[in-house]
């Protein structure tokens, strides 16, 4: 292995307790069940860390991501980066309105039709994901042979993957995946004997650091 991208997604928010979409304008934070998972995945992280180190953590601008990688950044003694270009979706007029209302307007979740923007003065699914690939891009090349965790949204996860397979861009819904709060996706970057650089998925959506006795969700 040559380099590790770590997603963490960030822990329960107030607005995923509502229902919410918790925008740039709009989210609050980490609830009080947010901030215990996430200790309990930054304490994860330090104890896998003794061989190969962490030397980088980004986070996304928005509150929960932030609140995330404060606890992150002082478990692993690191500081948080704020990359404006990880911010989940743009959600423009559906900032702050609950997701129920927004799908039934649109028809479905952003992913459903996604050249389209879910709302007014939103971005569409498309034009997030080509955002979302040029930053991850930007930091895997910057951080080249080291382990970088990012602080970041399900979306970002969801990118991930039509980043690292090679996806084209469509018109229509494509197979997603689930992502738990404060879970992690491990993408690594193997040498093998002929030379060839391959991003391989190690794991999705690991929880196993989560404490189900006081993570009943």
Known sequence: MTSELLLARHG?????????VGGET????????GYEQVRQLAQALRDNQSETPITALYTSPRQRTRDTAAVLGETLSLQPRVDPELRGLDHGDADGQTWITVKNGFGGRPQRYPHRPIAPNAESWNAFLTRCHAALRTIIERHADERIVIATHGETIEASFSLFYRLPLDEHECAGQITSHACLTRWQQHRNRFGHDVWMLDTHNDTRHLDTSTNPR
């Open 26 to 33: 709009t989210c609050t934070g980490l609830t009080d069940h």
């Open 12 to 20: 329960e928010a107030h607005c995923n307790v509502t229902g919410e």
